[in-house]
T-cell receptor, first 112, second 114 residues
């Protein structure tokens, strides 16, 4: 029972490069979320999805794009990486809104 | 914007002691949740308390909620070294702006010394 799986686990990018973070869940959850976690800032929501084919902006969406083409996958893209996007990125899913969220183990992203 | 704020930011106790963490929030809520995060791992859900509940237990965990004071507390009894982690509260707000998301606090870092 994998739960929420994030790939890759670590990545180093140069400023201006692009990349996609992948999140997959096997719990048939409708809701999926992307957060970033920075020291002293807690978790901040980047984008979320309430179902296949839907996406919405969270608290800190600038510089990121997302897609939810399949119910089990939620992709986070950085088109032109900036040092300010150095962070740990977490994906989460939940059955419905307000219910407990299940988290992946994160992607540690460094942008030089 | 932060909805929940945990207090203290860090807590160090001896194994066997009780640990109490507090969370304050600003607006009305549907429920409040507590999560644990071990170093280098994702968050794990511990317990959910609804706005019409005042206390909830799960094993060695006890959560209280005071909606009049907009605060919650998490008590871990008879702590173990394995309880060493960061603990976060998260609030689920009623419909309206931000209603599709949980809003997390900055966490309390608990260290349990063997």
């Amino acid at each position: 029972n994998a739960g929420v799986t994030q790939t890759p686990k670590f990545r180093v990018l140069k400023t201006g490069q692009s990349m996609t973070l992948l999140c997959a869940q096997d719990m048939n959850h409708e809701y999926m979320y992307w957060y970033r976690q920075d020291p002293g800032m807690g978790l901040r929501l980047i984008h979320y999805s309430v179902g296949e084919g839907t996406t919405a902006k969270g608290e800190v969406p600038d510089g990121y794009n997302v897609s939810r083409l399949k119910k089990q996958n939620f992709l986070l893209g950085l088109e032109s990486a900036a040092p300010s996007q150095t962070s740990v990125y977490f994906c989460a899913s939940s059955y419905v809104r307000g219910r407990p969220q299940h988290f992946g183990d994160g992607t540690r992203l460094s942008i030089l | 914007s932060q909805q929940g704020e945990e207090d203290p930011q860090a807590l160090s106790i001896q194994e066997g002691e009780n640990a109490t963490m507090n969370c304050s929030y600003k607006t009305s809520i549907n429920n409040l949740q507590w999560y644990r995060q071990n170093s280098g791992r994702g968050l794990v859900h511990l317990i959910l308390i609804r706005s019409n509940e005042r206390e909830k237990h799960s094993g060695r965990l006890r959560v209280t909620l005071d909606t009049s004071k907009k605060s919650s507390s998490l008590l871990i009894t008879a702590s173990r070294a394995a309880d060493t982690a960061s603990y976060f509260c998260a609030t689920d707000r009623p419909s309206g702006a931000g209603s599709y998301q949980l809003t997390f606090g900055k966490g309390t870092k608990l260290s349990v010394i063997p």
